[in-house]
């Protein structure tokens, strides 16, 4: 078992020397977030859906009555930022992570990285704890029309149900030391092989967000919804506008362990986006 988690986080990690929430960007609906649970909840995560053919994006919709809002929502995500309209007040963003022993579950569609509780980010004086994170390759969000590498979601939740995603862009560049650490780390106390769908793991190896997060904290800012299916709404997203860098060589890494796992941009209909 110990060696299945570290060979997830070699693959994940070991971009240089390498997916979403709350599956892919979260696949949990609001009624489950709140520790609700019915037949129709059952029926949602025995759906197969993926990302190309006819379980991709453009047939979420047919797959499950209860993925209808993939395609009859109005705040759905993500989007191309255009123009973004500039904040009047400065929405101050405060990171307080912690290291975190790794937990790592294997959902299908990303390999998701779960973080250990006392994590949190402020905004507007409300706290949200740091749930997981993951990533998308391509980048789901597009800065005037521009696509990223890859996009890594870091998912919140405050004590109401609500979520809150920050998107941080990953862009090509110098090889991500800190991704690579913990990559040759693992290489020194694993194999290859990943765990089954739906395994989730657990290690002793700590890692904190705060050490690969950029500096500026500047963003954008709009209300949308989950990437992946059942696309539920009311999804409070922060992009940041600065990326952080990986390696050609780190992103080739995940995409062929993982594969392409970014839902195309959509409709921004009449909503505002903000830049803070």
């Known amino acids: 078992m110990k060696t299945f988690a570290l060979s997830i986080i070699f693959l994940l990690f ?10 892919a960007s979260g696949n949990h609906d609001p009624q489950k977030r709140k520790g609700l649970s019915s037949e129709k909840d059952k029926e ?7 990302y190309r053919g006819v379980e991709g994006p453009d047939h979420w919709a047919m797959l499950n009555p209860s993925y209808n809002v993939c ?23 405060e990171f307080h992570y912690q290291p975190t022993p790794l937990s790592i579950r294997n959902n299908g569609h ?15 004086g409300q706290s949200y704890k740091l749930r997981q994170f993951h990533f998308h390759d391509p980048s789901e969000h597009h800065i005037d029309g521009k696509v990223y590498p890859m996009e890594m979601h870091l998912v919140h939740q405050n004590e ?66 989950l990437t992946t299916p059942p ?11 600065s990326p952080i860098q990986i390696s050609k060589v780190q992103a080739d890494r995940f995409i062929t362990t993982v594969g392409p796992n970014a839902r195309p941009v959509q ?8 830049e803070n």
């Open 231 to 241: 696309c539920s709404e009311g999804v409070q997203w922060i992009v940041l506008k």
């Open 14 to 23: 070991s971009f240089g020397s390498v997916h979403s929430g709350m599956a």
């Open 110 to 124: 990303t390999i998701q990285v779960n973080y250990q509780g006392g994590s949190y980010l402020r905004l507007k």
């Open 44 to 50: 949602h995560e025995h759906t197969h859906w993926g």
């Open 160 to 225: 109401r149900g609500h979520l809150l995603v920050v998107g941080v862009l990953l862009a090509f560049g110098k090889e991500n030391r800190v991704f690579s650490r913990v990559g040759t780390w693992m290489q020194q106390h694993t194999g290859s092989r990943l765990p089954s769908t739906g395994q989730e793991v657990s290690t002793d190896l700590t890692f904190n967000l705060m050490d690969i997060l950029p500096q500026d904290t500047h963003h954008f800012s709009y209300h949308g919804s």
């Open 71 to 93: 395609e009859t929502g109005r705040q759905q995500s993500p989007i191309n930022i255009v123009m973004p309209r500039h904040g009047h007040d400065q929405e101050d963003l």
């Open 267 to 274: 409709s921004l209909e009449h909503r505002d986006v903000q």
